[in-house]
């Protein structure tokens, strides 16, 4: 085994739904991934049985290796509560807030703190903080604003090289409980590309008062009986208004905007922001693992 391929941590993002911990080098090679649907609600009263038996069949597993956790493992709901770090902060701020465990096997384990807004707009993160760190690292970035879609969507306002401060929109969540428990989920709940979408990103960006949004997201049903919207369409009409109307509170102040995350989300984010005159750029996978190395090294644990 080369000296490049040797495993000096294992980082593991640890959240809500899910389970992934990783053997990695000290210059970001992943050797080894494990991934499970053991997030923290299914690993309840078991977490370190969990964390134990899937970090020993990682490849390159030592039990002298240092063992980091991001994501909601910190949480309130999680394994161990770690209070949120304030901003703006750099990762070696961030490590100096890192809270530390023993566990019989493997020694000390070791929690990342999530980083809050504090005030009128009060704001919570955990998780994000770590891939954000990573990207910031991996592009070299400066000053930048960045799109985390999700549930739970992150606005990341980066200024110096840290994370000056954030703003959450419920743009999945909204989704959800409007075509899971209202009518707009009667002509369907499953969201794609397509132009429909896009006159929903056109509309859902539109400027008005408080309430216009209430009013034009009753056009997801509306428009399919007296305007020829077809129902099968109707998803991604309302899906496309609710991030239109996320992603036009960034355009055109914030130029350009780095867009971070996997899988068909973060490409309807970067669709939006196209349609609306914008220039998105995708972040490179690997965002956690650079984050999760960098706070290990700031807390010379490597």
């Known amino acids: 085994m080369t000296n490049e391929k040797v495993a000096a941590?294992?980082?593991?993002?640890?959240?809500?739904?899910?389970?992934?911990?990783?053997?990695?080098?000290?210059?970001?090679?992943?050797?080894?991934?494990?991934?499970?649907?053991?997030?923290?609600?299914?690993?309840?009263?078991?977490?370190?049985?969990?964390?134990?038996?899937?970090?020993?069949?990682?490849?390159?597993?030592?039990?002298?290796?240092p063992v980091i956790l991001s994501g909601?493992?910190?949480?309130?709901n999680g394994w161990l509560e770690v209070p949120y770090a304030t901003m703006p902060t750099r990762p070696s701020a961030l490590s100096q807030d890192m809270v530390s465990m023993h566990v019989e096997g493997l020694g000390e384990i070791w929690f990342i703190p999530?980083?809050?807004?504090?005030?009128?707009?009060?704001?919570?993160m955990r998780g994000e903080e770590t891939e954000i760190f990573g990207a910031i690292e991996m592009l070299e970035l400066t000053d930048a604003a960045m799109v985390i879609p999700g549930t739970h969507s992150k606005h990341v306002l980066i200024e110096k090289g840290a994370i000056a401060s954030y703003k959450t929109y419920l743009t999945g969540d909204m989704f959800h409980a409007l075509t899971?428990?209202?009518?707009?989920?009667?002509?369907?709940?499953?969201?794609?590309?397509?132009?429909?979408?896009?006159?929903?990103?056109?509309?859902?960006?539109?400027?008005?008062k408080?309430?216009?949004?209430?009013?034009?997201?009753?056009?997801?049903?509306?428009?399919?009986?007296?305007?020829?919207?077809?129902?099968?369409?109707?998803?991604?009409?309302?899906?496309?208004?609710?991030?239109?109307?996320?992603?036009?509170?960034l355009l055109p102040s914030r130029e350009p905007v780095w867009v971070l995350g996997n899988g068909a989300l973060p490409d309807m984010y970067k669709c939006a922001f196209e349609i609306l005159g914008g220039s998105p750029r995708v972040v490179p996978p690997g965002g956690v693992v650079h984050g999760a190395?960098?706070?290990?090294?700031?807390r010379h644990l490597i």
């Open 210 to 249: 408080a309430g216009a949004l209430l009013n034009r997201v009753f056009t997801a049903r509306s428009r399919v009986l007296v305007d020829n919207l077809p129902e099968e369409k109707a998803a991604s009409y309302l899906s496309g208004m609710l991030i239109g109307a996320e992603v036009g509170e």
């Open 180 to 208: 899971s428990a209202s009518i707009l989920g009667a002509f369907g709940k499953t969201a794609e590309l397509c132009d429909w979408f896009e006159e929903g990103v056109r509309i859902g960006a539109r400027e008005g």
């Open 9 to 65: 941590l294992i980082a593991v993002d640890w959240g809500t739904s899910s389970f992934r911990a990783r053997t990695v080098t000290t210059s970001a090679q992943v050797i080894d991934t494990i991934a499970t649907s053991e997030g923290i609600l299914a690993a309840k009263d078991r977490f370190e049985q969990v964390l134990k038996t899937n970090i020993t069949r990682l490849e390159g597993y030592r039990s002298d290796l």
């Open 72 to 76: 909601m493992i910190g949480s309130r």
């Open 293 to 298: 190395l960098q706070l290990a090294q700031s």
């Open 114 to 124: 999530g980083i809050m807004a504090e005030g009128e707009n009060a704001d919570v």
